[in-house]
């Protein structure tokens, strides 16, 4: 008997999602297609796929945690929302990696901003790694869809917190390129707690709108169910297996769920799939390579004013001034950030009396960064992940120069921008900050010492490490997100992304699933 008529005896699982607690014997589940992962690529896959007619049984390791949830404390929701409490991280502890793991993933947790991909990013994973029929023009319908379904649309100038404001006036100082960024939202109250899960379901994260659609149209969703083994037998996947998580403890609970199905699409987010594919020894082609950080460096400015930029929408402005620095130099792109007390303290400078006196500082600081556009030049690296002895992910990142060199160039313009904005000193996070109080004092930058752990740096837009391409041998995914060794696994999230993408993610990752549900569904019929 399978475990969904299992289900169906206790009571009518239809329409919500099944958590741990509730799973008390081992679940043998079939279905048209396993999906792992509820995030940003599973959601929207499962709920295509479903709304097409066919069966989806979804797994997500992390637990479903809803609006009553988010209590908007840092203490309590980034352990309860984040991969590894919070607390993952490079190797060597020089870059702090952010990564959500609930119902919903990532999209629970992030601040909302939503870029089509450049035409250039396509272009290049086109020209150079071969990827086929991800035109602008092909994918504009599933965007439209995506950005229907979620809501999304520009903030107004009037809605901008004055963290961002300090963006916006900075540039238009410098008379540099500047916009106002589009939103996943409905109704937002502005409160600034996106970080923290949105106390009013105004953020149009999955766990409000795909998952509930994938629901609706009949799909299976399973909190606290984290995927330990994908089992391949030649060419084909022919189970994936479950343990049972209480989502009280995180702990095992001793129940299992086995799921056959044709297809299986591993939709678990960079470093998480090269760790789950290691495990399960499906390591064909450069797995776990090339995983992209978009590492970002942050620049805090004391302004004469109460900033509060715990408040307010945390991300609604972005300069790509410096998104196209030429060849030999990385680029990048500049947001803000918002500063949570937490957060904030680890980020800050100091000791003892010293800490205490910046933290006295915070309702007037403002925060942006930059973000670096890595994978476009070929020697780049970016980071590689492979499994500790204990099973755990070990993700290494390979520093270049070009990488250093960016980063001095782009503390001095994130430092020119808030001068503009009328800053009254401005400190770099080097271990050594440095401080800035006009442009004569900018060289200071170029002097402080810089390498791994000598500046807090820090991601959230984990990509690549599954990439995609026409070459087996360069690539573990096809163009249409099939695995090129195995022909009834996909691989639908960002760690299929040849390259960093030069934008925030999110929707790149919504319209490439809806696009390749499309093949997906009829691979699957
Ligand atoms: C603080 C923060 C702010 C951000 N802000 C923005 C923003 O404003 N705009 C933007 O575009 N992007 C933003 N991002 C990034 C963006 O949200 C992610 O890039 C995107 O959600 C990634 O989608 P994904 O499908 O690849 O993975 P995820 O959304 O991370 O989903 C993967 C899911 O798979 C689950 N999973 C992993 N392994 C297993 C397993 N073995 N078994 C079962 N389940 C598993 C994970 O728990 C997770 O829930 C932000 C990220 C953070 C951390
Ligand atoms: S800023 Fe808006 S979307 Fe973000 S948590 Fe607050 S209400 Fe929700």
Known sequence: MSGLSILSARGDPANRVVTGNEIDKDLDLVGDVCVIGSGAGGAVLAAELAQAGRTVVMLEEGGHHTKRDFDM???????????????????????????????????????????????????????RWGVEGLDPAVLAPAWEKVEARLGIEAIRLEQVNKNNRVLWDGCEKLGWEKSLLSRNVRNCRHSGYCGMGCAFDAKQAMHVTYVLDALEAGAKVYANARVDQIEREGNRITAVYATILDPRTDKPTGRTIRVKSKLTALCGGAVNNPK???????????????????????????????????????????????????????????????????????????????????????????????????????????????????????????????????????????????????????????????????????????????????????????????????????????????????????????????????VNPSLTIYGLATHAAKNIAAAAG
Not at 78 to 93: E, F, M, S, V
Not at 104 to 124: E, I, K, Q, S, W
């Open 73 to 127: 404390q840092e203490g309590n929701m980034i352990p309860l929302l984040y991969q590894d409490r919070g607390g993952r991280a490079t190797a060597d502890q020089s870059c702090l990696i952010l990564q959500g793991r609930c119902i919903g993933g990532t999209t629970v947790v992030n601040y909302t901003t939503c870029f089509r991909t450049p035409d250039a990013t396509l272009a290049h994973w086109k020209s």
């Open 276 to 502: 789950l594919l290691f495990k399960s020894k499906i390591t064909d082609g450069p797995l776990g390579k090339k995983t992209w950080f978009h590492p970002l460096a942050i620049s805090v400015a004391e302004m004469p004013y109460r900033v509060e930029a715990f408040y307010g929408a945390p991300q609604s402005v972005a300069s790509h001034q410096f998104g196209n620095r030429g060849a030999g130099k990385m680029s990048y792109f500049i947001e803000c950030a918002p500063t949570h007390p937490t957060l904030t303290s680890i980020g800050a400078p100091g000791i003892g009396d010293e800490h205490r006196k910046r933290m006295e500082q915070l309702p007037f600081l403002s925060a942006m960064y930059a973000h670096f556009i890595d994978g476009f030049a070929d020697e780049e690296q970016g980071a590689t992940v492979t499994l500790t002895a204990a099973g755990n992910p070990k993700v290494v990142y390979h520093y270049t120069d070009a990488f250093w060199e960016a980063v001095t160039h782009a503390q001095k313009n994130l430092a020119r921008i808030q001068l503009a904005s009328g800053a009254k000193r401005v400190m770099t996070l080097h271990t050594d900050p440095v401080t800035i109080e006009s442009e004569a004092d900018l060289d200071r930058i170029d002097r402080a010492p810089l390498g791994p752990n000598k500046i807090l740096l820090a991601t959230a837009h984990l990509m690549g490490g599954c990439r995609m391409g026409a070459d087996p041998k360069e690539a573990v995914v096809r163009s249409d997100l099939r695995h090129h060794q195995v022909e009834n696994l996909y691989i639908v999230d960002g760690s299929v992304f040849p390259t960093g993408l030069g």
